[in-house]
């Protein structure tokens, strides 16, 4: 192994894992005890840096190159320290991440707001042509002046000062708000002993269940908040009292109605209140009009608009949708009254009965190899690479690690895949980088991602299946996870998802999602997890016919959910407004399916309080449109599915942040996106 890397003047612990950069990193060697000694010496290195590179001569191998070699390994080492925390949690890991933040934050504050380095930076932008810099310098050098101004660095002493303080804040306030989301749902345990409460679930939810309560010393049955254990009662249980029982656990989750420590209703308020002094800092109206300077979208009023269109449009098929399903409750089901935690349940078994199917059904025919296989090969196909297993290191037993080569077998770049959920790991799916692409005086550093999702496990020694829709979030995250992998960007700031518009970063990864619905492509990564067999054709025919069902619901759920982060962020005063308020109108405005008012949505919205989708979470829907119509050039040309691939790969998926998202699908498509093909995909 080579030498981890050495700082002139400070001491170092060789053998801390997180100090070398010369391979793959060392996961199953990091302990939380290794974590303030690193950032401690990155951060004096990347001040050092730093300070260097404001007084260093004008040009980009004296300021750009070692500013970006330091704060790049600083970058790498607090990604794994990030990654940990939110995939293998313990008390002693959280500690040491909390107590190295408002280290790391401040830095990042100070390299934001550098008054040496921000002249710097506008003299390589003023003498561009003297010093030859080609256009990727150029545009680096163009995001720099951006990120600049949002920093802070254009304000005042004492304005630089509290701005600083703001971010500060609010990187603990968003760190406090994961976990409180975490711990609260790790908290919940419901332990049954008759089995005849536990009618309808799956054998592989139920061996799951009985497993967790044998781990804890239990007999019966485990039931818990994450979603491998929760979507199923939900959907499967004929027990309507437990599917409540779960339903309220979960939609009260770190609030008020717990203990008070886990309580996100004051951090809410708190992170609402500094975002919207940071945006006035910065000479904007709101906190909107701030996060919209890096997306797409112009203005406030224009996501405002697209989304109250969408709603307008999909609006007749969700009433349509309800009626139908209160109507087959009521009928079918004996239900007089259709209660929230009725719905996923309801709405499964009119599935049943409208198209003769059943999603648990399907579910047996994904096992998590054969999807697997399949996704590689849709890669393969698309854009000549393969995938093949490789080694390394890894934080759990669960994590497997993969190499991308083209077809000359050279390395494109790496990945982890960490599939399953546990305690300890947070929710959700997820791509994050691990190491970019970058060109180095050792020669090209390839891609390095992290692919997490949280499915559930095999029961009884069988394999573990996905359902359809988990198998769409695998392709999702792969999308996301190839965009960073296939970029050709050489330039760290600007290479993979790095300066891509945050309402463009989900064209990769919605439009993975299409190939899930290709018969040849499901046929190919199915096998019954019982038989082998493949996914029949006449069942594969219903799944279809029922690929829009409730999908104007599904549209108004997203719109919800976009319109009250929007309107959060632009100009709603916490201090004087009531947020729950807020999303009883947007629900009065947009909802046809009403969830009950001591729901506790919003301390649980980690997207927009400890995620990057703060007043950007309409880009769901707003990279939907991109998304569709991107696959629609494959759908119009699929005798030239290679070549469309490489098109795509060309002028999308290598180009990083180097030209705008809107360049990259003109050259693509060759005209402006169209949102015709999202409705016809969604049967509106």
């Known amino acids: 192994m080579a030498s981890p890397l050495a700082i002139p003047g400070v001491p170092l612990n060789h053998d801390n894992p997180l100090l070398d950069f010369s391979g793959l990193p060392r996961f199953d060697e990091i302990q939380p005890e290794h974590v303030q000694p690193a950032i401690d010496a990155l951060v004096t290195e990347a001040e050092t840096a730093l300070a260097l590179a404001g007084h260093a001569p004008v040009g980009w191998d004296s300021i750009v190159t070692p500013l970006e070699d330091a704060t790049e390994r600083l970058g790498r080492a607090w990604n794994q320290v990030g990654h940990l925390n939110a995939v293998v949690n313990t008390p002693a890991l959280r500690e040491a991440y909390n107590a190295a933040l408002p280290e790391v934050t401040r830095f990042y504050s100070r390299l934001g707001q550098d008054q040496a380095l921000y002249a710097q930076y506008r003299a390589l932008a003023d003498q561009a042509d003297a010093l030859g810099l080609d256009a990727l310098q150029r545009r ?10 949002l920093g802070g660095a254009a304000l005042d002493d004492a304005e630089r000062a ?6 500060q804040a609010l990187a603990k306030l968003s760190s406090e708000f994961s976990e409180h989301v975490l711990d609260a749902t790790d908290a919940f ?15 592989d939810v139920l061996a799951a269940a009985r497993a967790a309560a044998q781990r804890d010393g239990r007999s019966g049955w485990k039931l818990t908040l994450q979603m491998p254990c929760y979507l199923p009662v939900q959907t499967y249980a004929t027990n309507r009292a437990l599917r409540e029982r779960l339903y309220r656990a979960y939609g009260l989750r770190a609030s008020e109605s717990g203990p008070a420590a886990l309580d996100n209703g004051p951090l809410i308020t708190r992170i609402l209140a500094l975002r919207a002094e940071q945006a006035r800092l910065l000479g904007h109206a709101n906190y909107a009009e701030l996060s919209l300077t890096t997306k797409m979208a112009a203005m406030p009023d224009a996501v405002l608009t697209f989304l109250r269109d969408l709603a307008a449009r999909a609006r007749p098929h969700a009433q349509r949708d309800r009626d139908e399903l209160e109507t087959f409750a009521r009928e079918a089901l004996g239900l007089a009254t259709l209660e929230p935690w009725d719905i996923a349940f309801a709405s499964d078994r009119l599935r049943q009965s409208r198209y003769a199917y059943s999603a648990q059904e399907v579910k047996r025919y994904f096992t998590v190899d054969r999807v697997l296989a399949g996704l590689f090969e849709v890669i393969e196909s698309l854009y000549g690479l393969r995938v093949q297993p490789d080694q390394a290191p890894v934080w759990h037993e669960d994590a497997r690690f993969y190499r991308l080569v083209d077809r000359d077998g050279a390395l494109v770049g790496q990945f982890y895949l ?19 692409r970058r060109a180095t005086a050792e020669g090209m550093q390839t891609p390095l991602v992290y692919l997490v999702c949280n499915f559930g496990r095999g029961g009884d020694g069988r394999p573990a299946t996905l359902s359809h829709g988990e198998v769409i979030t695998l392709f999702h995250e792969m999308g996301h996870g190839l965009h960073q992998l296939l970029t050709r960007v050489d330039a760290l700031l600007i290479a993979g998802i790095n300066g891509v518009e945050w309402d ?15 018969w040849d492509r499901v046929q190919a990564m199915t096998a019954h997890v019982d038989t082998g067999e493949p996914l029949p054709r006449d069942l594969f025919d219903r799944m279809l016919a029922a690929r829009n069902f409730q999908s104007g619901l599904q549209t108004l759920r997203q719109v919800e959910f976009a319109l009250f982060d929007m309107l959060l962020h632009a100009g709603f005063d916490p201090m004087h407004d009531d947020v729950l308020s807020l999303l009883e109108r947007v629900r009065d405005e947009v909802a046809v399916n009403r969830t009950p008012a001591w729901h506790r949505f919003p301390h649980q919205f980690s997207h927009i309080f400890a995620g990057g989708y703060a007043a950007g979470y309409y880009s769901y829907k ?28 060309k002028e999308v998926l290598s180009r990083g942040g180097s030209r705008d998202a809107i360049e990259n699908f003109r050259a693509f498509r060759g005209r402006d996106p169209d949102i015709a093909a999202l409705l016809r995909h969604s049967g509106m």
């Not at 509290?162 to 971010?167: A, D, G, L, T, V």
């Not at 345990?189 to 054998?203: I, N, S, T």
Request: proline letters at 3%; charged letters at 30%.
């Open 622 to 649: 707003w990279a939907e449109v991109l998304s569709a119509d991107a696959y629609a050039a494959f759908e119009e040309a699929p005798e030239r599915l290679a070549d469309t691939g490489a098109r795509f790969r």
């Open 189 to 203: 345990a419901l332990y049954v002993e008759d089995a005849a409460e536990l009618d309808g679930l799956p054998d």
């Open 140 to 149: 680096v050098v163009a995001h720099g002046l951006r990120d600049f101004r």
């Open 504 to 518: 463009a970063v989900e064209l990769p990864s919605q439009f993975m999602e299409n190939f899930c619905w290709e």
């Open 162 to 167: 509290r701005f600083s303080e703001i971010q």
């Open 418 to 436: 960490d599939l399953y959920a546990r305690e300890g790991k947070r929710g959700g799916a997820w791509m994050d980088d691990c190491r970019n």
